[in-house]
C-alpha cells in the first residue's frame, strides 16, 4: 500500500517561492500519474496539476499556468511542486495523489498547509 507525506509548506509573501514535496513509502510510484489538488478553506477540493509516470508530461489549471510547475524523482520515489510567483488565493492546504492513468486516484496524503500573505 503507497503511503504519501506532503511536506514543505508553510508562510510565505505574496510573490515569493515555495516548493513542496510529496514522498512516498510502501511501493513505488514509477507508474503511477501523480497529481497536485489544493483545499481552500470552505471550499471544494480541486486540481491543481499532474504529471505523467515518466515526468514527459504536465497538465495545469489555468490559475496556475507559467506559476506552478510539477517534477518528479522516481528513484526518490517523490514528487515535487514548484510554485513561484504565489498569490493570496493559492492560500490552500495541498495534497497530492497517486492513480494510473485514466483511472481514479488511489492513495491521497494527508496535505500540506501553504499560506500566502498579502
Known amino acids: 500500500q503507497v503511503q504519501l507525506v506532503e511536506s514543505g509548506g508553510g508562510l510565505v509573501q505574496a510573490g515569493g517561492s515555495l516548493r513542496l514535496s510529496c514522498a512516498a513509502s510502501?511501493?513505488?510510484?514509477?507508474?503511477?500519474?501523480m497529481g497536485w489538488f489544493r483545499q481552500a478553506p470552505g471550499k471544494e477540493r480541486k486540481f491543481v496539476g499532474n504529471?505523467?509516470?515518466?515526468?514527459?508530461?504536465?497538465v495545469y489549471t489555468d490559475s496556475v499556468k507559467g506559476r506552478f510547475t510539477i517534477s518528479r524523482d522516481n528513484a526518490e520515489n517523490t514528487v515535487f511542486l514548484q510554485m513561484n510567483s504565489v498569490k493570496p488565493e493559492d492560500t490552500a492546504v495541498y495534497y497530492c495523489?497517486?492513480?494510473?492513468?485514466?483511472?481514479?486516484?488511489?492513495?491521497w496524503g494527508q496535505g500540506t498547509q501553504v499560506t500566502v500573505s498579502s
Open positions: 504529471i505523467n509516470w515518466s515526468g514527459g508530461n504536465t
Open positions: 495523489a497517486a492513480g494510473y492513468s485514466g483511472g481514479p486516484w488511489d492513495h
Open positions: 510502501g511501493g513505488t510510484i514509477s507508474r503511477y500519474t
